[in-house]
């Protein structure tokens, strides 16, 4: 997710009722529709120029089985109207970013705030949460039922 305002837009349609999960890396952009077929880009880049329309075939069985290792390996992003989150909208975003593998820039682009930013909201949730490091703070926040 490296367009700033993803998240945002992303948020809209959870809000419609669908569901959403992310990652820092998928090995193709792919679409899955209902196990019957299937739409692979055939080159890499941002503007779809062909695509590789798959029907039934085992070559779908495949691709729908990779969708599914990565969807279950995805983070689910967080309803902002959940009454149970109990962090700011910001340390909710900043926590669904850093758990999705994001390096401090790319949120800082994201969120369209500085490095140093993102950086000082990382050590205030960490205070929050009574943690030491990055790995402890999502663990906790985990726990704490923030992601």
């Not at 948020?11 to 009722?17: K, L, V």
């Not at 109207?81 to 850093?98: F, I, V």
């Not at 205030?124 to 990055?134: C, S």
Request: glycine share 6%; charged share 25%.
């Amino acid at each position: 997710m490296r367009a700033p305002g993803r998240l945002a837009e992303l948020r809209e349609f959870i809000e419609a009722g669908e569901e959403a999960r992310m990652l820092p890396e998928l090995p193709c952009k792919l679409a899955v529709v209902d196990d019957r077929w299937a739409m692979l880009p055939v080159s890499n880049g941002a503007e779809l120029r062909a695509a590789l329309f798959v029907r039934p075939s085992s070559l779908l069985d495949a691709l729908t089985a990779m969708f599914e290792v990565y969807w279950h390996r995805a983070l689910r992003i967080p309803d902002t109207d959940d009454p149970r989150r109990a962090a700011a909208d910001h340390q909710r975003e900043l926590l669904t970013l850093l758990s999705a593998g994001l390096t401090d820039d790319s949120i800082a682009r994201h969120l369209g705030v500085s490095p140093r930013t993102v950086q000082r909201w990382v050590h205030e949730v960490m205070d929050v949460l009574g943690a030491r490091t990055r790995f402890q703070a999502g663990i906790q926040a985990a726990r704490a039922g923030l992601l």
